[in-house]
């Protein structure tokens, strides 16, 4: 196996190091917003399921509620 | 145009737009990993650390032009009190303020073995330090104080100051005797960096421009459903 690829010459400490906590960081973001927006999805459709009868349907009736009625239900 | 403005619209697109720029990111992201680690040549000065440029450039640029939409929206905000707006710039600060994170950090380890130490005071750096606080200071100013009229105020305020030092920023290298290289590419000027570095560079700047795309999207669903959930409590 070539070493060099990951030693690059004694610089690939700072070269690894930086690509990886991009990496790690870019990670954390994309789990985090999105755990958080799956929550909130989940809490909405539970706060409108809760609803009396007729004021779900009007919350259904609303287009952005449709869409994260429609997008929850997919997941 | 006018649709742009309707929330629901903007809603139902940003629904679209993510699941398409979910499909392309990763094959991007591993074609400008591999073109940045691999298949991009060695600086003849700076040797194999020249590859930091493909993570700290974008992040750079990324945190940079953040503020400046953020700016904007802010003082369009100002002005004609836009509902819409407000979402766009609480969904961008976030992710511009980890940007400007990496960038610092990046060229820290970069500066390492390019300067031999990790920080210096010069102007560049601390111009960029001082953007981080001012990311801060917004994040915060929209977080904490409750009374809307004056959060648009605060947030409007801090974002022109914050306006001042991106324009220190870009001119630091030009205005002061600095450690950080004048910029190496233009939109006016010849661009110095060679064209087998310019592709890998390309290619990472697109990759985390898509990735920003899609955690700002996410974001902006985020801030939307939040106030759809204060309005169904108000039913």
């Not at chain 1, 960081?25 to 927006?37: A, D, E, G, S």
């Not at chain 2, 945190?63 to 100002?78: E, G, K, M, P, T």
């Not at chain 2, 947030?155 to 910029?183: D, M, R």
Request: hydrophobic fraction near 50%.
């Amino acid at each position: 196996m070539n070493l060099e690829i990951f030693i690059m010459n004694g610089y690939g400490i700072y070269v690894w190091s930086s690509f990886a906590f991009t990496f790690f960081i870019c990670l954390f973001l994309y789990l985090k917003t999105k755990k958080t927006l799956k929550k909130l999805e989940k809490d909405f459709v539970k706060e409108a399921q809760n609803l009396p009868e007729k004021q779900f349907e009007d919350v259904k009736r609303q287009k952005i509620a449709k869409e994260i009625l429609i997008s929850q239900s997919r997941s | 145009m006018i649709k742009f403005l309707n929330p629901s619209y903007v809603f139902k697109l940003s629904g679209k737009l993510l699941n398409i720029f979910k499909t392309f990111l990763p094959p991007l992201v591993i074609v400008g990993l591999i073109f940045s680690l691999f298949l991009s040549p060695k600086d003849y000065i700076q040797g194999d650390s020249v590859r930091i440029m493909y993570v700290h450039v974008p992040s750079a640029w990324i945190s940079l032009i953040s503020f400046v939409a953020i700016s904007f929206f802010c003082i369009l905000n100002f002005l004609f009190k836009l509902k819409n707006v407000t979402l766009i710039y609480k969904s961008l600060a976030p992710i511009g303020l980890t940007f400007n994170i990496i960038a610092i950090i990046t060229g820290s380890l970069w500066g390492q073995p390019t300067w031999g130490t990790w920080w210096a005071w010069d102007a560049r750096l601390t111009s960029m330090l001082v953007l981080m606080f001012f990311y801060i200071a917004f994040i915060f100013s929209y977080k904490f104080i409750t009374n809307s009229e004056r959060s648009i105020k605060a947030c409007a305020f801090i974002s022109v100051l914050g306006l001042i030092n991106v324009i220190i920023i870009k001119y630091s290298v030009e205005w002061w005797s600095t450690l950080h290289q004048p910029s190496s590419i233009s939109l006016t000027n010849e661009t110095t960096v060679h064209f087998s570095m310019l592709v890998p560079l390309g290619l990472m700047v697109f990759a985390l421009f898509m990735y920003v795309a899609v955690i700002f999207l996410m974001k902006y669903r985020i801030e939307t459903i939040r106030i759809k959930k204060k309005s169904i409590k108000k039913i």
